[in-house]
């Protein structure tokens, strides 16, 4: 295989007459259409069109005969029935494609791109129950859990005036509201109280918030409100109560403009306002008023009501697993509500409902946000993975198909509803606080603002213009690879795709579909030569492929069953897969003699305690393997038997729900040029990293933490890291898009006494993507050294070494890699290599049994130790 040109592509420089040209090479002399095989197309192409490399038409119909393949072309082609030939139809099918593809790759996400948050003066310190929009007046009302009312301008959001609202039924200390609608039609607003009852407030009189009603004798504490009114009908509206004994409540008005309630005694209180009693209410006696009641809830409490009137049916929901969401559907004759439920496993904080889609969105206890067709409610039809604690608000922006969601973590997401995937991720910008805290998300789509709030702090969120992005993939990324053979850079994602890019330009070379069907890729491995590419999906299988896009072999590291492989690692014999379970899955290479290939027997047993989720490996014998419980595990590899294990002598556990992110080892590393000197000088030669943030350094001879620092905020939760291949660098990435480049070129180099927990040089800090950083890769490329990125976000980026952005991969602009690399002064140019983890092999690059793998496997140390000038 060849390269692409680093100005743009071969065919996107082919003129209309470039063409026509090759067109007429595939008709034989008497005009009938022929097939032409690699060869010949190469020579003709070249010398017909007269511009461009036999290395790019080799390119190209590469190309044409990958995209036919996987697109089931070539077997339907009438000119094409041996394999490796292409026609002009085949040529054709591969252009119209491509321009498709690109335009795919070039689709934008709008996402808002958020002012920095600003917080706004409140005059009370009780926590803020709920925010409003007056749209008369253009401002905003909100009232606190002790009854202060404020009005804040629209413009600015400065506080314009205060009240304290009156309720003679209570003594002030013991006032508490639960929540407030405004009733627009009618220039009121409705306002529930812990006293068992819901009061009705005129907001038009010149005095302040004067009681006009009070409905009182309700069962339960009233807990949530909603209100409606028909558009068309303005008289006609619904007020939802939700209560904390699980029943809802609705209040149908109408004649709202002549009056909410009749009057029917001189009954008031000593607030002047009439008093209103549920018993009267549910027996008929106010016939502007009908009231209809469910109690699907009970006991649990009800969080959140809405009425959706495209539907004709009030949803709500509570914590209860087994009441989590209900739709209670009105009959056009029965004056009972029809009953149906959503199931979760936790329950649901809040919810909320996109008219044009219609989809509920629900925010679960479980940590995920789920997506519900009110007609089917038996399972979601969509689940928004990605926050880390639990969701507590769901918001739909009505004018866009995109949701917002905010958890206990202080975590904010937007996520694009018709891919299911984060596209915006907002953390680290919220203020501490404390395991309680009443937290409300009110967003105005109109003004492009968003208010959030904790308890009395009232935190304000203003959109600039809005950042357009560029994706790589439609799916989330997974890996990302350098192949320095080809030059190019692969990547994988959650729908089973594979994509090669020219590393000179950022532009697309090919892609393969549908690699493990529909399941998700994981992970990635290149072999020695770096002409077998290694996918593992989420079904249990380890594929073997070449570059052409032909799968040479099926590894069965699941036994039939899907598993979830976190890492592939390719020694000199084996091929180690894990991620699933306590013991490694082991492939020797003598098994691939068969297309489908069963594991071996791993002769060291399981030693981890928890699944094993990462390996490294230090020639000539030197394994380690990391495991969800924290611990590091150090083997021969000749023998596969455990010699030793690491572990931290400050190493504590708190408590069992914080410790789960805290020790788990995701990644590790040995650091290149540093195996012939930690033995002597008792510093650090690996590195692992995982949850809290935190990066460790070990000596892996005597067993010790040698350092540890946080690389990233530790409630973002576990990290991915890579090592540069020289050592000078270590990149670190967090789950909210940020990636860190650290020097530790002499970092836990030199003895110390204990643990170091000073960081290291922090280089460089950037945000490149929007959502979490799945996979790391750094790469020599040409004279350059560059980091490659992975995102759910469905981007993968490129960087100069420590951190200067180069671009997107898919992006519309191309760009040309004649920068020099920011290399250290001792490193050595020139050397096309990348950095593995110890997965390389520096021997020769011999094929042995079976032809399709390689025995060899890349000296790290050795490798590093040449990029920087050393000799073995």
Known sequence: MGTRMEVAQLESRMSTEDYRKLQSLFLDSLGASRSLSRGEFIDLAWSSVGHGSKEEYGLLFDSVVITQEHRGLLLDSDAVKEEGLVDWAGLCSFLVLQLSDKVKNTRVSRVPCWKPPRTLTYPHRDPLQKVLYLQSSGQYLTVSKGGTVGLRDGEDMSLVHTHRLQ??????KDLWVTDMVLLHNVQKVAVSFTSKEVCFYDIISKQDFICKY????????????????????PDQAILTIGDTGGQVCVLYFTSAHICLFERLSLRTDSDSADIVLWDELTKGKHRCCCTVTHQAHEPAWVRRVRYLASLDAFVSCSTSPHSSVVIGWRGKESKNLRITSCFTKRGV???????????IATAGADHQVLLWNPYMTSKPV?????????????????????????SKDKVLCLWDVSTEQCVQRLAGVFPNTQEGTRTLLFLHEESQLLLISFNSLLLLLETRQEEKRTNSHEHPVTCVLYNGLFRQVVSSDSASSVICWQADTGQKVKQFHRCHGNTEISTMALDGTQTRLFTAGADGEVKVWDFNGRCLHTMNAGLGRPVEISQVLLLRRSILVMGWERMLTVFRLHSFSQSFVEPSEWKGGAQHRGDVLCAA??????LVT??????????????????????????HRESKEDSENFIAVTRLFFIPGRASVVAVTGGADLVSCGGSGTVRLWNTVHSRLVGQFTAH?????????????????????????TIRTWDVQRYCLEPFEGVTEKPPRLLCSSRPHLDCVTHLETCIHGDKLLLLSASSDSSVALSFLPGEAVGLFGQEEQWCLERPGPFDPQQ?????????GGQDDSSPRGVRSPPALSETHTDQNAEGRRECGESE
């Open 167 to 172: 309720n003679s039924t209570v003594r002030p």
């Open 214 to 233: 009070k409905l009182q004798g309700l069962k339960f504490t009233p807990w949530c409100l909603d209100y409606w009114v028909d558009p068309s009908h």
């Open 349 to 359: 904080w809040d919810v909320d409902h996109h008219h044009e889609l219609n989809l």
């Open 382 to 406: 969509g689940v928004l993975s990605g926050h880390d604690g639990p969701v507590i608000a769901v918001c739909f922006m009505q004018n866009k198909q995109q949701l917002l969601s905010y």
């Open 617 to 622: 490996f230090q020639p000539p014998q030197t």
């Open 626 to 651: 990391g495991s969800y419980d924290g611990e590091i595990i150090v083997w021969n590899n000749s023998t596969e038997k455990a010699l030793r294990k690491l572990h931290s002598s400050t190493e």
């Open 713 to 737: 905020n530790s409630d973002l939760g576990s990290i991915v890291m890579t090592v540069s291949p020289c050592g000078k660098y270590l990149a670190t990435a967090s789950r909210e898009g």
């Open 828 to 836: 050595e140019p020139g050397q096309d290599r990348r950095d593995h």
